[in-house]
């Protein structure tokens, strides 16, 4: 994983229901469902090319940012999801 600054800019796409970014011209995507003070967290993509360079943690690090600054709690739907939580203990009192 890259422990560098990101060379991507992570964008909240809440029409969309999504954390993205555009890397090297391909979209990598954390999908969300909201239900009232619930984000289900059900879908990250990074394709294969691009895999390695941390890119899924930003997104996740990103939808958690969010989550507790308004006060929401994280279903861990994706098993991307579910495993950056074990990985950051400092994120797991956001989960439902």
């Not at 899924?56 to 999801?81: F, H, N, Q, R, T």
């Amino acid at each position: 994983m890259n422990n560098t600054a990101t060379p991507f800019t992570v964008a909240h796409r809440p029409e969309a229901s999504c954390f993205e970014t555009i890397v090297e011209g391909q979209r990598c995507v954390a999908d969300y469902r909201r239900s009232g003070a619930i984000v289900h967290m059900t879908h990250t993509l990074v394709p294969s090319s691009l895999e390695g360079r941390g890119i899924a943690a930003a997104l996740v690090k990103a939808a958690l940012v969010w989550a507790k600054a308004e006060g929401l709690k994280i279903d861990p739907v994706c098993s991307y999801v579910r495993v950056y939580l074990k990985r950051h203990p400092e994120w797991q009192s956001l989960q439902a």
